[in-house]
């Protein structure tokens, strides 16, 4: 028998199910005061070569990525006129 990521199921050739390649990251939220930037993967189908197992990689929440970016402080607020 197999794993909760495994089968066997007979006549079949079985695929193999994994993660693929990263996307680049994308644009980050926002200009200053911190943002983030996002990046996705796709679980891809390959054939196990004959095996006649299945089997599933992509467990988990593991298709999106995030970084933090534009950390420096937003410049203040400029109001016309004020401090005179």
Do not use: V
């Not at 095996?51 to 992509?58: A, E, Q, S, V, Y």
């Amino acid at each position: 028998m197999g794993s909760l990521t495994e089968g066997y199921l007979p006549g079949n050739h079985g695929i193999i199910r994994e993660w693929g390649q990263w996307t680049k990251y994308g644009a980050c939220s926002k200009t200053c005061g911190g943002g983030e930037q996002i990046r996705y993967r796709d679980c891809e189908t390959k054939p196990s070569g004959g095996t006649g197992k299945d089997i599933n990689r992509c467990l988990g929440d593991n298709y999106y990525s995030l970084r933090r970016c534009n950390w420096k402080n937003c410049p203040a607020p400029y109001i016309h006129g004020y401090g005179k």
